[in-house]
C-alpha cells in the first residue's frame, strides 16, 4: 500500500486524512498549527515529522489540501528535491485552470504525475468520508488516484485531463455563490412584507427550497 505525505490538516483536511488512516494508509504529516488536529491524527496512526521534507521523502503520493496556490507553490517548493517519478501528487483545493496547468507542467518536466481534485463538501462530509471530488488528470493517473479518493468520498468523477476539474469546482463555485445571493435576497423580501424569518425558514426548510447553501 502506497504511503501518504499530508499537508494542510485543517478543518476537511483532517477528515480525509483520518479516512485514509482508517483505510490502512501510512499517513506522514508535520506539525499543524492547530496542534489537536496533529495529534488526534497522530492517535489515529498518523506518522509525525518535523518538516515536510522529511514527511515527503517517506512518501510515495503528497496530497495537499492547502488555502489557496500559493500555500500550494510554497509546499512544491519546501519537498521539490525529494520528488521523482514514483511520486503522485494531488490538490484538492481550489485553483484556478491556469496554475493548475502551470504545476502540472512543472512537475510533469520531473515524470512526476499530478491530479486535481477539487472538493465539494465541508468538516462534515470529509469527516463522514462524503465529499465529492472533480477530478483532472489524464487516465493513466486517474487509476492510481481513483482508489485512494474513494476513501474519502462519496463521489469521485473525472472530468478530463487538468484543468477540467478546476473549471467544473469553479462553476459549482458559481452556483453556490449565485444559490447564497439568491438566498439573502428572498429573506430581505421576507422582512420587507414583515415575515417571521423564524417560522419562515422552519417551513421552506421541510420542502424542495431547502439546500446546504440554505443550511
Aim: hydrophobic share 40%.
Amino acid at each position: 500500500m502506497e504511503r501518504i505525505a499530508f499537508f494542510g490538516l485543517g478543518a476537511m483536511g483532517e477528515g480525509v486524512a483520518a479516512n485514509l488512516l482508517r483505510a490502512g494508509y501510512t499517513v506522514n504529516i508535520t506539525v499543524h498549527r492547530s496542534r489537536e488536529a496533529t495529534d488526534r491524527l497522530a492517535a489515529l496512526g498518523a506518522t509525525l515529522h518535523q518538516s515536510k521534507s522529511d514527511a515527503a521523502k517517506t512518501s510515495d503520493i503528497v496530497f495537499l489540501c492547502l488555502p489557496n496556490s500559493n500555500v500550494v507553490e510554497e509546499t512544491i517548493n519546501e519537498i521539490w528535491h525529494e520528488l521523482d517519478e514514483r511520486y503522485l501528487v494531488v490538490d484538492t483545493g481550489t485553483s484556478s485552470v491556469r496554475q493548475s496547468l502551470q504545476l502540472a507542467e512543472r512537475l510533469g518536466s520531473r515524470g512526476i504525475q499530478f491530479a486535481e481534485a477539487p472538493l465539494a463538501g465541508g468538516k462534515v462530509q470529509a469527516a463522514a468520508g462524503e465529499l465529492g471530488a472533480f477530478v483532472g488528470c489524464s487516465n493513466e493517473t486517474f487509476e492510481r488516484v481513483e482508489p485512494l479518493l474513494n476513501n474519502f468520498c462519496a463521489s469521485v468523477q473525472h472530468f478530463g485531463p487538468v484543468g477540467s476539474g478546476s473549471s467544473a469546482k469553479l462553476i459549482s463555485n458559481y452556483l453556490v455563490l449565485s444559490m447564497v445571493r439568491l438566498i439573502t435576497e428572498t429573506f430581505h423580501a421576507a422582512d420587507s412584507l414583515e415575515v417571521d424569518w423564524a417560522k419562515f425558514y422552519e417551513i421552506i426548510r421541510q420542502g424542495s427550497s431547502n439546500s446546504m447553501a440554505l443550511e
